[in-house]
């Protein structure tokens, strides 16, 4: 079965790199902080997910 939460982290995550590249955003902007928290959420579901 597809892991929903995951593919929209992960899609999520693409799209604000994707505008982050395109604007030439530095850090500490609000998109790339949201960047930081959504790695951190990716790694943590998937060691959850690993057990």
């Known amino acids: ?3 929903l939460y ?3 982290l992960e899609a999520e995550r ?3 790199w994707a505008a982050c590249r395109l ?3 530095a850090k ?6 949201r960047i930081d928290e ?6 943590a579901h ?3 997910k690993a057990g």
């Open 6 to 8: 995951l593919k929209a």
């Open 28 to 33: 500490g902007t609000p998109e790339r902080i």
């Open 23 to 25: 604007k030439g955003l």
């Open 14 to 16: 693409k799209s604000l």
């Open 1 to 3: 079965m597809a892991d």
């Open 46 to 48: 998937k060691a959850k």
């Open 38 to 43: 959504l790695d951190e959420l990716l790694a």
